[in-house]
């Protein structure tokens, strides 16, 4: 390892005039080096050390370092405005940091969140000197990945940074009562003003939450904020968490990249939250090799495509590694475990930097459907609702009825803070929650991909939440979640069932299929455990309370909130089932 000078300010002035600051890390020794470039909106002094190794330990391993404020953050100068100056202060910045003192001209990228999407739109502006990017759990796709899960506002998440950056506006105004307010309310998040999702507090404030709230998925607006990388290609390290909201966005944009790409692109999701990523999160440890592998990986990554060291080693490993829950190790595949096919992989353009691990090597993914089974008591007797291999000759029925006064809570998962596994029984016990729980397994059950549950529903409400919880009882009959879905459902029944009028509740003539993939993930069921699964029509405060009435949610008052009841069809094959992602060789 190299000694690194101390710390140095650096500014550059973008085409538009405003200056944008930096700070700097160079080693000590014969140059010339590759630059690592974070481009960040929390002050670039943090840079994003609550996950990664300080900037003077990358720098040590031979990197010019430089950590730089984005527009209208930190001291740089410009109007901050959500991801909107990226593309264009991104490829300058490239460009600038390419022709630093003792710099060889060729940079690299790193970060996560909002660091990771200014790397995708630095990467669009599409400068020679970019060689490499390695973005960690990010969006991508802002609507679909980013604000909202399957239609649903991530609210909690969102009102969240929506503070946070709000009062940072306000510490560089050095408006005291307004940063006063938004900290306070960041603090206690305001989730039971008269319209949740339009708190007061930011009535007279300039935020993206407005947009994100107000906006319809159709609205330019999501469009113009996607990276377009189409015209792109270059190597790519992806780094995402099993409990991490943005998962969807890692994994979208290594599916689109690996696909078409000439480059080695490799993809390591961990048993991790946003933050920290650490071997404990939530209740559960998840043991030793859960422990950040993160900088390590990427000091490897960058010395093979900056510096030309161990390239072959590289390329010839399997590109996707999941850390498997359960069995807490990292499990290698030939690609995404959904896509794994027993035919070989296309010819790389490039034999240089391609992995070249044979698909054909993985057992090709099947799915093991359970069906859901109960005597209409799921919602009050944990032993009325089963999940059962086989179907029945009959249909039943289960009915939820949500109450908006008292929603069903959130409790870890990828969406709600803290995010994590977490003993759920009591919540499991709720009337307003359906449960479903197999058999003690009688062998081991490997699952990865992104399970799906598919719902037969019917209701008299014209919109409704959908929540679906994944977890694993153990012998002792402790439930811990393991992954999730949510969706919101609008205009469910265009004409409004007619119930059997002998059993008004129980029958109702026609459902409408709802398909929740749930988020991605990795585990492993051991014999004696059993899997569970729990349907709920609220997660809140992860999510906001569905009226059901209908309106947009900017429109959606909480005084307007009505009690949605839905019957769940289950026994039949018609009925309501999980599909679990799972290799050839691991059926019960």
Known sequence: MLSVQARQTYSMRTSDGVRLDADVYFPEGEGPFPVLLMRQPYGRAIASTIVYAHPQWYAAHGYIVVIQDVRGRGSSEGVFDLFAYEVSDGGETVAWAAELPGSDGQVGMYGFSYQGMTQLYAAEARLAALKTIAPA????????DWATENGALYFQLGLMWALQLAAETARIRGDVVSFDQLLQAAHQLPVRD????CPKVLSGVSSFFHDWVKRPPTDGYWQRLIPQLSEVDLPMLHIGG???PYLRGDLRLYREMAARSQYCHHFWVGPWGHIPWARKVGAVDFGPAAASPVDRLQIRWFDAILKGKDKRGLTAERPVCLFEMGRNQWRQFADWPDEVSTGPSREPKSRELKSREPKSREPKSRELTYYLHSEGLSHIRADSGVLALAASSQLAYDTLVHDPWNPAPALGGHSAVPAGSFERTAIDMRGDVLTYTSLPLESELRVAGVPRVRCAI???????DLCAVLSRVTQQGEAYNLTQGYRRVDAAIANPPKYNQLT????????EPVDLPLHPTCFSLFPGECLRLSLSAACFPAYAINAGTGLPLAQSRLIDAQIITLVFEIGAESGSVLHLPIGSDQMP
Request: aromatic share 16%; no cysteine; hydrophobic share 35%.
């Open 137 to 144: 759990m990010t969006g991508y796709h802002l609507y679909e």
């Open 194 to 197: 008269p319209i949740p999702v």
């Open 242 to 244: 099993w409990f991490d």
């Open 458 to 464: 019917a209701t008299e409400s014209v919109s409704y």
């Open 504 to 511: 008004p509740n129980l029958v109702p003539k026609g459902s």
